[in-house]
C-alpha cells in the first residue's frame, strides 16, 4: 500500500476544527417543518432517537461446491426491533430468559434479465427465510439499541444481475432493504472488484479470521477499521489505485465535498493462493480467508489495507477502486457509499441548541449567555472551540471528554426522571453530570423521616432525601 495522498488536519487545540463528528452533519437532520413548528427539546430528540434500526449487507463470496458464486446476506437486528414479549413461565431457565422475541428475515431474490417481454411470465423469484427465538433476561435489554442480533442467509446464484429484497419482521415491525441492479460477475470478470470492512482495528496477518463490520452501508465512527478488496480475477498488466472521499448525499446526486486519502495498490503486497469465506462465530459474521487447495481454481487476488477512520468526521464516504490499463484511462471497478455511524450518540449531539442548552450544568450564567448569542455559525464556533480546547486526544475526531459529557445527560434522564422533574433537572441528575458516577452509595431509612441517599466521591459527599415516593430526592447537605 502506497499512499499517495493522506488528508491532514491541524491540531484540534489550535483551531477551531474541534473533534466534534456529530455535529457538522447531525445537526441538520431535523427537517426545517419540524424546526419552525416547534422549539426542539431533549424529549423531543429522544423520542425521535428511540427509532430501531435494522442493517443488511449484500456479500459474494466464491463457492467451492459448484459453478457460480454465494451471496451472503447479513442482517443486523437491535433489540428494540425484536417486539419482546414477557415469558408466561418465568421458572424456565432458572429464571434467566424472561423476555422472546420470534423475528424472521425473508431474501426475495429475482434475476434481472434484459430484453424479456414485458407480457412474458417472469422467473419465480428465490426465496430464503430464516426465524428463530430468542432471548432477553431484562427488560433494559429489550429495549437496548445498542445490543443485536445477528445472522446470515446464503444463496448460490449463477452470473447476472438481481433484484434483492430483504425483510425484517417482528409482530407488527416491518423492515424493508431493496438492491436493484445486484450484480454476480464471471469469474473471468477482470472488470469486478469486492469490498469486504472488517470490525477490526489492527490489520491481521493471513491466513486470518476477522468479523466483519456487518452494519449495512456504514463502519463504526471513532474507529480504525480494515478494508479487504477482492479481484476475482487480477489483471497483471494493468494498474490500480484506492480513494477515498467524503461526499453529501441527496436523493438527486452524490457531491464530492473532499478528498480524505488515494492509494496505489502496491502489486508486491498482493495476497494471492487464498480463498474467503463467510460463517457466524460468537453471534457475528466472520470473514475467513485461508489458503486453498491444489485442486481449486485460480481465486484471484486480495488487497488488505488499514483505514484511518478514527480520523473521519462523522459523515458520508465513497470509496472506489479504479483499474488503469495500458493507454487507457481509470476505470472504476469498484465503488461504495457509506456512512461513519455513530451508534451510540448522546442524544443531546442531535442538535447544536439542545446540546448548547445542556452545557448549563458546567458554565456560569454569563458563559452560557455567551455560548447562546449570535447566529448559527457563531455557536457552532464557539461550542466547537469550547471543546477543542479541552480534548484528550486532538488527534482523534471522537472526543472522549464530550462524548463522556452528554451521555451523563442521557444517564440522568434514564435513572431521575420523575413525574415532575426530567432527570437532569433533579439534584441528583445534576450531581451525576457535573460528577460522575460515585465511589460508593449509602440508603438508609431512618425512623418517621424521609429516606435518605449518600453519593460518595472520594473525601467528598452529597446527600439526598426523598421528597415523594416516586423517586424524587432533594440535595440537603454537602460533605
Given at each position: 500500500?502506497n499512499?499517495?495522498?493522506?488528508?491532514?488536519?491541524?491540531p484540534?487545540r489550535?483551531?477551531?476544527?474541534?473533534?466534534?463528528p456529530a455535529?457538522?452533519?447531525?445537526?441538520?437532520?431535523?427537517?426545517?417543518?419540524?424546526v419552525?413548528?416547534?422549539?426542539?427539546?431533549?424529549?423531543?430528540l429522544?423520542?425521535?432517537?428511540?427509532?430501531?434500526?435494522?442493517?443488511?449487507?449484500?456479500?459474494?463470496?466464491?463457492?467451492?461446491?459448484?459453478?457460480?458464486?454465494?451471496?451472503?446476506?447479513?442482517?443486523?437486528?437491535?433489540?428494540?426491533?425484536?417486539?419482546?414479549?414477557?415469558?408466561?413461565?418465568?421458572?424456565t431457565?432458572e429464571?434467566?430468559?424472561?423476555?422472546?422475541?420470534?423475528?424472521?428475515?425473508?431474501?426475495?431474490?429475482?434475476?434481472?434479465?434484459?430484453?424479456?417481454?414485458?407480457?412474458?411470465?417472469?422467473?419465480?423469484?428465490i426465496?430464503?427465510?430464516?426465524?428463530e427465538?430468542?432471548?432477553?433476561e431484562?427488560y433494559?435489554?429489550?429495549?437496548?439499541?445498542?445490543?443485536f442480533?445477528?445472522?446470515m442467509?446464503?444463496?448460490?446464484?449463477?452470473?447476472?444481475?438481481?433484484?434483492?429484497e430483504?425483510?425484517?419482521t417482528a409482530?407488527?415491525?416491518?423492515?424493508?432493504?431493496?438492491?436493484?441492479?445486484f450484480?454476480?460477475?464471471?469469474?473471468?470478470d477482470?472488470?469486478?472488484?469486492?469490498f469486504?470492512?472488517?470490525?477490526?482495528?489492527?490489520?491481521?496477518e493471513?491466513p486470518?479470521?476477522?468479523?466483519?463490520?456487518?452494519?449495512?452501508?456504514?463502519?463504526s465512527?471513532?474507529?480504525?477499521?480494515?478494508?479487504?478488496?477482492?479481484?476475482?480475477?487480477?489483471?497483471?498488466?494493468?494498474?490500480?489505485?484506492?480513494?477515498?472521499?467524503?461526499?453529501?448525499v441527496?436523493?438527486?446526486?452524490t457531491?464530492?465535498?473532499?478528498?480524505?486519502?488515494?492509494?496505489?495498490?502496491?502489486?508486491?503486497?498482493?495476497?494471492?493462493?487464498?480463498?474467503?469465506?463467510?460463517f457466524?462465530l460468537?453471534n457475528?459474521?466472520q470473514?475467513r480467508?485461508?489458503?486453498?487447495?491444489?485442486?481449486?481454481?485460480n481465486?484471484?487476488a486480495?488487497?488488505?489495507l488499514?483505514?484511518?477512520?478514527?480520523?473521519?468526521?462523522?459523515a458520508h464516504?465513497?470509496?472506489?477502486?479504479l483499474?488503469?490499463?495500458s493507454?487507457?484511462?481509470?476505470k472504476?471497478?469498484?465503488?461504495?457509499?457509506?456512512?461513519?455511524?455513530?451508534?451510540?450518540?448522546?442524544?443531546?449531539?442531535?442538535?447544536?441548541?439542545v446540546?448548547?442548552?445542556?452545557?448549563?450544568?458546567?458554565?456560569d450564567?454569563d458563559?452560557?449567555?455567551?455560548?447562546?448569542?449570535?447566529g448559527?455559525?457563531?455557536?457552532e464556533?464557539?461550542?466547537?472551540?469550547?471543546?477543542?480546547?479541552?480534548?484528550?486526544?486532538?488527534?482523534?475526531?471522537?472526543?472522549e471528554?464530550?462524548?463522556e459529557?452528554f451521555?451523563?445527560?442521557?444517564?440522568?434522564?434514564?435513572?431521575?426522571?420523575?413525574?415532575?422533574?426530567?432527570?437532569?433537572?433533579?439534584?441528583?441528575?445534576?450531581?451525576?453530570?457535573?460528577?460522575?458516577?460515585?465511589?460508593?452509595?449509602?440508603?438508609?431509612?431512618?425512623?418517621?423521616?424521609?429516606?435518605?441517599?449518600?453519593?460518595?466521591?472520594?473525601?467528598?459527599?452529597f446527600?439526598?432525601?426523598?421528597?415523594?415516593?416516586?423517586?424524587?430526592?432533594?440535595?440537603?447537605?454537602?460533605?
Amino acid at each position: 500500500m502506497n499512499p499517495k495522498k493522506t488528508k491532514k488536519r491541524s491540531p484540534a487545540r489550535k483551531t477551531c476544527a474541534l473533534a466534534l463528528p456529530a455535529m457538522v452533519l447531525l445537526i441538520f437532520l431535523l427537517p426545517a417543518s419540524d424546526v419552525l413548528a416547534q422549539r426542539i427539546t431533549y424529549e423531543y430528540l429522544r423520542a425521535r432517537d428511540r427509532q430501531p434500526t435494522v442493517f443488511f449487507e449484500q456479500l459474494v463470496v466464491p463457492d467451492t461446491t459448484e459453478a457460480g458464486m454465494k451471496l451472503v446476506t447479513a442482517f443486523r437486528l437491535e433489540n428494540n426491533f425484536l417486539s419482546f414479549r414477557r415469558m408466561r413461565d418465568e421458572q424456565t431457565e432458572e429464571q434467566v430468559r424472561r423476555f422472546f422475541a420470534e423475528p424472521t428475515v425473508q431474501v426475495n431474490i429475482r434475476k434481472r434479465t434484459p430484453g424479456t417481454p414485458t407480457n412474458e411470465e417472469a422467473p419465480a423469484p428465490i426465496t430464503r427465510t430464516w426465524s428463530e427465538t430468542v432471548y432477553a433476561e431484562t427488560y433494559e435489554q429489550t429495549r437496548s439499541s445498542t445490543s443485536f442480533l445477528q445472522n446470515m442467509l446464503v444463496t448460490h446464484l449463477e452470473p447476472g444481475t438481481y433484484r434483492i429484497e430483504s425483510t425484517a419482521t417482528a409482530n407488527s415491525r416491518t423492515r424493508r432493504v431493496v438492491a436493484p441492479g445486484f450484480r454476480i460477475p464471471d469469474t473471468t470478470d477482470t472488470e469486478t472488484a469486492f469490498f469486504y470492512f472488517m470490525d477490526q482495528q489492527s490489520t491481521p496477518e493471513p491466513p486470518f479470521t476477522a468479523p466483519l463490520m456487518n452494519m449495512g452501508n456504514n463502519v463504526s465512527f471513532g474507529r480504525d477499521h480494515q478494508l479487504l478488496i477482492w479481484f476475482p480475477l487480477f489483471d497483471d498488466e494493468a494498474s490500480y489505485s484506492l480513494e477515498i472521499h467524503k461526499v453529501r448525499v441527496s436523493r438527486q446526486d452524490t457531491t464530492v465535498r473532499e478528498q480524505m486519502m488515494e492509494y496505489s495498490l502496491d502489486p508486491q503486497k498482493l495476497l494471492k493462493g487464498y480463498i474467503q469465506d463467510i460463517f457466524m462465530l460468537e453471534n457475528q459474521p466472520q470473514l475467513r480467508l485461508r489458503p486453498f487447495e491444489n485442486n481449486m481454481e485460480n481465486t484471484g487476488a486480495f488487497y488488505l489495507l488499514s483505514v484511518p477512520n478514527s480520523t473521519f468526521e462523522n459523515a458520508h464516504y465513497r470509496v472506489r477502486v479504479l483499474k488503469t490499463a495500458s493507454g487507457e484511462d481509470p476505470k472504476v471497478i469498484a465503488r461504495r457509499t457509506y456512512q461513519s455511524y455513530w451508534l451510540d450518540m448522546p442524544v443531546s449531539l442531535l442538535n447544536l441548541d439542545v446540546s448548547i442548552n445542556m452545557m448549563r450544568f458546567i458554565l456560569d450564567e454569563d458563559q452560557h449567555r455567551a455560548m447562546r448569542r449570535g447566529g448559527r455559525e457563531q455557536r457552532e464556533r464557539r461550542f466547537r472551540e469550547f471543546w477543542a480546547e479541552r480534548d484528550p486526544t486532538p488527534d482523534r475526531e471522537y472526543n472522549e471528554l464530550m462524548v463522556e459529557y452528554f451521555r451523563r445527560i442521557d444517564h440522568a434522564f434514564d435513572n431521575f426522571t420523575t413525574p415532575q422533574n426530567p432527570g437532569y433537572e433533579s439534584d441528583q441528575g445534576k450531581v451525576y453530570i457535573r460528577h460522575g458516577e460515585p465511589d460508593r452509595r449509602e440508603r438508609t431509612f431512618p425512623p418517621n423521616q424521609p429516606a435518605r441517599e449518600v453519593w460518595h466521591y472520594g473525601e467528598r459527599s452529597f446527600v439526598f432525601e426523598a421528597t415523594t415516593g416516586f423517586g424524587d430526592y432533594r440535595l440537603v447537605e454537602r460533605r
